[in-house]
């Protein structure tokens, strides 16, 4: 249980470097036309979508400020924990806790979005649900493999 608790932290800390790079290397041009391209977006899509971006990002701004006491206790603890102490178990669960929220968060805002698209670009959509990455880059965190093209 512990390992799965500290899975946790280090995923919420990719999905942060996630949306740090996406906003510190202005990637939300780059992420929407290659959305623009994976799902034949229209331009009423793309500004959606662009809003979704920036909704996310303002939800994951927020989780860190919320979790930044957490995440400051977990290190402090983990940097004190003896083998089999399990002090730290608090503060991963909660950022644990916090990280699975936003993941749910981002879902139902990406199932929103597939709800308003056409048929055929919902059949894309579900194709891709299953290709690594895809939900987190559509949901503008992170960039597909290879960057964007």
Known sequence: M????????VFNAVFAAGYVWSTQRGADRDAIAWATRE???TPAQQTELA???RVVRADVR?????LKPAIDDAVRLIRAAQPGGAGYEPPLRKIGEAGLALQFAV???LLGFRERL???QRERFN???????FMRRLA??????GGFQ
Request: net charge negative; glycine share 10%.
């Open 140 to 145: 503008g965190l992170g960039a597909p493999p």
């Open 107 to 109: 879902v139902e805002r």
């Open 2 to 9: 512990r390992i799965l608790l500290a899975c946790s932290l």
């Open 62 to 66: 927020a989780m860190i400020g919320e």
């Open 118 to 120: 056409a048929p055929a």
């Open 39 to 41: 799902l034949d977006l």
């Open 51 to 53: 809003e979704l971006h």
């Open 127 to 133: 194709a891709r649900v299953a290709d690594r990455g």
